[in-house]
């Protein structure tokens, strides 16, 4: 994902919003070392992605909407569709605006 948001903030310049659909592991706080291998954190995969494109790009105004779902953490293919409509209402919704 930060690879991505970050190539677009500096080809595009800001970008209003990142919505993240994210799986019950992306969410889920865990303990790592930064890459200085100095650094201990215990947060979620999700919440180091926000911290890392606020670093890199201050005061940008990024909206950053989370859209957890363990939909697709099932097997379930019904619920995995439902979430995706969920998403499209949403950003559909946001277009309207």
């Not at 969410?27 to 180091?48: P, R």
């Not at 105004?61 to 439902?82: H, M, V």
């Amino acid at each position: 994902m930060e690879p991505v948001s970050r190539m677009l903030i500096e080809e595009k310049g800001n970008i209003d919003e990142v919505l993240a659909i994210c799986t019950t592991k992306a969410i889920e706080k865990t303990e790592f070392s930064e890459e200085d291998g100095e650094s201990n954190l215990v947060m979620s995969a999700y919440d180091y992605y926000v911290k890392r494109i606020n670093g890199a790009f201050p005061n940008n105004g990024i909206k950053f909407t989370q859209c957890p779902s363990n939909a697709f953490d099932e097997k379930n293919e019904i619920e995995k569709e439902n979430a995706i409509v969920e998403v499209a209402r949403y950003i559909l919704n946001k277009k309207m605006i």
